[in-house]
């Protein structure tokens, strides 16, 4: 059996073939080419994408650009959450590469966070990690760190350094033994139905009689619509870094092995294509 | 522990307490629903004469040093306590004296000085991350345009603005509502228990009740423009005669 450490590998190094491309009514000076790009999973599409900009600066008059923004298919792309769950959540059931459309104009303000310098990304990605302790430790984890250890943090995703990142989230996925997981899961489940962008509560890894909670016991107590009544076909898939894991699978392995960087498990239930 | 924390239960019947005072105030909280939930916030719109400083540089560094700071626990409650205490009566008037630098970088829209009237959504949304209250807010121009970050930033009365930018309990950040899913600004309630704990303990020694929300509220709310009359905690008095709380033990406990 391969050790549960090479997950957070495999999950760390995902990829997804993407393909921008630049929006028609851009006013450009010649043609703008299409820019491929491996974009990482776990980070943030405004962390990944300077050569992009670059790449569609040059054909493109400094007065005519703004904020750059990505739409896929008319959806406005939230780059505060993580590449992977905007894959999963919008585009896991097309033909690869993942093609965006970038923008410099009409910055959706109603929809989208603005996001000028990285330094926005780090304060919402600390904001993240902050948010999943209090619901871990009681934000005694992170309030211990120093300021050094919450730089090292984010310098890990930043610069894609997995063993800089872990050598310091791993304190993040401690918990005494004896309670057998965090006191809650972060966790957030995304889902088509409703406006409301995702649900989060507060949920144990452990029953009050002592099992292990499994994904399948999250989402019955969530959104038991995710699930098919008995007897009847699959509806939906329930998704986790591109992949479904089994509904069986206990809640604090998850969490602490399929979580994105910024310590939350993000979970997709996406209605599997009828046609 | 449970002392300083707020369950969603509590909250909900805070909020319902704030809502019967606040129909008999009219001014204006209201209910929203989340379809198909038994979720929801508190939502009150305002008008506001609002003066934008447009000489207050505000870049990145303020708010890097400000996520950098965060997490230190190396400033008390009393801070947060003086700065909220310290509010002028028309703090929506506001002056652009206190910032000394002069340059004049041009990241306001808006010319340096001019007075406007400005709309102003505030959401009371429940965080179970942190169990407790957050507030949530947007503002717009009577023409519709929303505020940017930075002006919402430069709105801020001086003596706020100081307090928030140089002490970690409450910084103002744009992210995402979450049960709407827009941008809106927001205080963060990671300190929220550190200075809602003195006052609770006071009034559980002095064995009175308090609405937390409505606490809370007083505290926070000024900060971005949200004064709670004064007639809510007399209310308070009169609706429960069992209990001894005053304005002036409330502000009292708030200043000890």
Redesign the interface.
């Known amino acids: 059996m391969a050790d549960d450490k090479d997950v957070l590998r495999d999950v760390w190094f995902g990829r997804i073939p993407t393909c921008f491309t630049l929006n028609q009514d851009e006013i450009t000076e010649r043609e703008a080419e299409p820019y491929y790009l491996l974009l990482p999973r776990v980070s943030y599409l405004t962390l990944v994408t300077d050569k992009v900009k670059k790449h569609f600066l040059k054909v493109m008059k400094t007065e005519d650009v703004e904020e750059m923004w990505f739409e896929y298919e008319g959806t406005p792309l ?1 780059w ?1 959450y993580p590449i992977g769950l905007l894959f999963d959540f919008h585009a896991s059931n097309t033909v690869l590469p993942w093609t965006i459309t970038v923008h410099f104009k009409n910055f959706p ?6 996001c ?2 990285n ?2 990304i ?3 990605f ?2 993240s990690i ?3 302790d ?2 871990k430790h009681k ?1 005694q984890v ?2 211990d ?1 120093q ?1 050094k250890d ?2 090292q943090l984010w310098m890990g995703l930043q610069n894609d350094k997995f063993d800089q990142f872990w050598a310091m989230n791993r304190k993040l996925m401690e918990y005494p033994t004896e309670e057998g997981g965090f006191r809650y899961i ?1 966790f957030r489940i995304y889902q088509t139905l ?5 649900i ?3 949920f144990r890894p452990v029953s009050s009689d002592g099992n292990a909670h499994t994904l399948g016991d999250l989402l019955k107590e969530m959104y038991p619509a995710a699930l098919p009544n008995d007897g009847e076909p699959k509806r939906n898939q329930v998704v986790i870094h591109g992949i479904e894991p089994l509904l069986e699978t206990p809640l604090q392995w998850l969490s602490e092995h399929l979580s994105h960087p910024d310590n939350f498990l993000h979970i997709c239930v996406i209605p599997i294509p009828t046609d | 522990m449970s002392l300083c924390l707020l369950d969603e239960e509590n909250f909900h019947q805070c909020c319902q307490l704030l809502l019967q005072q606040s129909d008999e105030l009219r001014d204006g909280w209201s209910w929203e629903p ?4 038994e979720e929801g916030y508190l939502r009150k719109t305002a008008l506001r004469s609002v003066i934008i400083d447009a000489s207050i540089k505000w870049d ?1 560094e303020v ?2 040093s ?8 190396d400033s008390g409650p009393d801070q947060q306590k003086q700065c909220a205490l310290a509010a002028p009566s028309d703090a929506d008037i506001i002056a652009g004296d206190i910032d000394e630098n002069d340059e004049d970088d041009g990241v306001c829209a808006v010319s340096a000085g001019s007075s406007q009237v400005l709309q102003y959504e505030y959401h009371i949304v429940y965080s ?3 169990s407790s209250p957050v507030l949530y807010f947007r503002a717009c121009t009577l023409e519709g345009r ?1 505020l ?2 930075e002006e919402v930033w430069s709105s801020v009365h001086p003596n706020f603005r100081l307090q928030l930018q140089h002490s970690p309990l409450n910084t103002i ?4 509502h ?6 809106f600004f927001m205080l ?1 309630p ?1 300190r929220t228990e550190e200075f809602m704990r003195p006052v609770l303990q006071a009034a559980q020694d002095q064995h009175r009740t308090v609405n937390y929300i409505l606490t809370w509220l007083s505290v926070v709310g000024p900060l971005v423009g949200l004064d709670i009359p004064l007639q809510y905690s007399v209310q308070l008095h009169h609706a429960a005669p069992s209990q001894t709380d005053t304005p002036d033990a409330l502000l009292h406990s708030l200043s000890s």
């Open positions: 939230k505060h303000d109603s929809d989208l966070l603005h000028q310098s330094s926005v780090e304060a919402h600390m904001s902050k948010e999943a209090a619901l934000s992170i309030n760190m300021k919450h730089k972060p409703s406006d409301r962008p995702f989060q509560k507060q | 989340i379809q198909g939930t990145q708010s890097r400000d996520s950098e700071t965060h997490t230190s626990c179970c991350s942190y929303s940017s970050l950040t744009q992210q995402e979450p049960l709407l899913g827009q941008p963060h990671c």
